[in-house]
């Protein structure tokens, strides 16, 4: 799910670039309740989010909420200089220490009283990064967002059958290359049932659906609705932006090159604790990922200094235009 929400959210802000000064009204919209923040720091000063103003690297959490917890979440990290990003991809079982709550799934954080705060503390926590902005989204925007937009051309690789009747989930989607609408494309990034890797399986899935989405969504034909989708997901994402940033980053989006976007997927292996399922991080190779993501999009030792450009070490790390 993550890729898209991705894109979703970032394209939804790019198009205050490209019609104009009434979408300012939307953009006020995506942002969460300003008193209920003010309340959740007063009680907990040190989940205040760090100020983004001088860091060259912005960190984003992106998360799909469903029934309260994030069925994905994953790291957006932007060079504001070189406009290089790096995607993280988090599996939802990561087993992490929660503040004030103790270990339980990474996923559980934003369920708790303190919400996509307490949320960013956590996955700050566990990469050893401030995180500056928090986007959240639930499933049923996706859904009518992508109907919206014509739905999304996607090569489907096996035959996806899966029943949940606690989640009221039920997945069907044949192989092949096809048009999905808006239910069956939040079924395919949510499908893992299939996968050998499960999550990670997925996670794959999800990467390959990336490419085709933000083709579709920064494609000409989509600018005829632009305020009907502007208009539908001011009433599903939030975000600690305010406009001002929502629009800055817009106008940033056109520096963007496909080729420098590189995707990753927070190292470990699931197991079972207790009998219940887990992704337990590996921090040794986690650090090393997040090394060889500072080196791949650049970083600054100092305020003032000049940023540093690497070749492309790859190291495992997936390209978009890779995945198709």
């Keep these: ?189 949510r499908y893992r049932s299939g996968y050998s890797n499960a999550d990670l399986g997925r996670i794959n899935a999800q990467q390959l659906f990336t490419k085709a989405l933000i083709e579709h969504m920064t494609s000409a034909n989509i600018l005829p609705k632009a305020f009907s989708i502007l208009n539908t997901a001011s009433k599903y994402v939030k975000t600690n932006m305010e406009q001002s940033e929502i629009a800055s980053y817009a106008l940033r989006l056109k520096h963007i090159d496909l080729d420098n976007i590189k995707m990753y997927v927070l190292p470990g292996d699931a197991t079972y604790i207790d009998n219940v399922s887990y992704y337990i991080c590996d921090e040794v190779e986690l650090k090393q990922m997040i090394a060889d993501i500072n080196k791949e999009i650049g970083i600054q030792k100092n305020v003032g200094d000049k940023i540093e450009n690497y070749e492309d070490e790859r190291d495992g790390t997936v390209s978009v235009n890779d995945i198709m």
């Design 1 to 189: 799910m993550k890729r898209f929400i991705v894109i979703f959210a970032i394209s939804f802000f790019a198009f205050a670039l490209i019609i104009g000064g009434i979408t300012y009204y939307y953009l006020g919209k995506f942002q969460a309740d300003d008193s209920h923040f003010a309340q959740i720091i007063e009680d907990n000063p040190d989940l205040q989010p760090p100020s983004a103003k001088d860091d060259p690297i912005v960190n984003f959490l992106v998360m799909g909420i469903d029934d309260a917890r994030s069925d994905f979440m994953m790291v957006f990290r932007y060079n504001k200089d070189n406009h290089k990003v790096a995607i993280i991809s988090i599996p939802r079982d990561t087993r992490v220490y929660i503040k004030n709550y103790g270990y339980n799934k990474i996923n559980s954080a934003v369920a708790r009283k303190e919400g996509a705060l307490l949320a960013m503390d956590t996955v700050g926590e566990l990469l050893d990064i401030p995180i500056h902005y928090y986007i959240e989204m639930d499933f049923k925007g996706a859904e009518k967002i992508i109907d919206i937009m014509g739905g999304v051309k996607i090569n489907v690789p096996m035959d996806m059958k899966y029943d949940d009747p606690t989640q009221n989930l039920h997945i069907n989607i044949k192989a092949g290359e096809q048009i999905l609408n808006g239910k069956k494309a939040v079924h395919f990034v």
